[in-house]
C-alpha cells in the first residue's frame, strides 16, 4: 500500500512540474512578442529570398527607407494579427493588400 502511495505522489509531482514548465514557458512566450516575431521574420525572409530572389533588392530599398513597420492588430475576437507594413512614399487614398495563407 505505501508503495501505491509514493508512486502516486511521484506522479502527482511530476504532472505538476511538467504543467509548471510549460506555463512558464508560455507565459515567457507570449510576453515576449518582439523576440518571437523578430525569429520567425528572420525566417520568413530567408524562405522569401530563396522562393523570389527577385524580391530583395525591392524589399532592401524598402528597409533603407524606412518604409517597412512591424504591425499588430486585434481582430474583434481579440487574436492578434500581425502584418508588414509598407508605407507609401507619399500621402494617398489607395492601399495595396498582401496577404499570404
Do not use: Q
Amino acid at each position: 500500500m505505501k508503495r501505491i502511495v509514493r508512486i502516486s505522489v511521484a506522479a502527482v509531482l511530476v504532472v505538476a512540474a511538467v504543467l509548471l514548465g510549460g506555463s512558464f514557458y508560455m507565459l515567457s512566450y507570449s510576453l515576449r512578442p518582439d523576440r518571437v516575431m523578430a525569429e520567425k521574420n528572420a525566417d520568413s525572409y530567408k524562405y522569401m529570398y530563396e522562393e523570389y530572389p527577385f524580391l530583395e533588392p525591392w524589399v532592401d530599398s524598402l528597409t533603407r527607407a524606412g518604409a517597412l513597420r512591424d504591425t499588430t492588430i486585434c481582430d474583434p475576437d481579440g487574436l492578434r494579427l500581425h502584418a508588414i507594413y509598407a508605407a507609401a512614399p507619399r500621402p494617398t487614398d489607395r492601399t495595396a493588400v498582401i496577404v499570404h495563407g
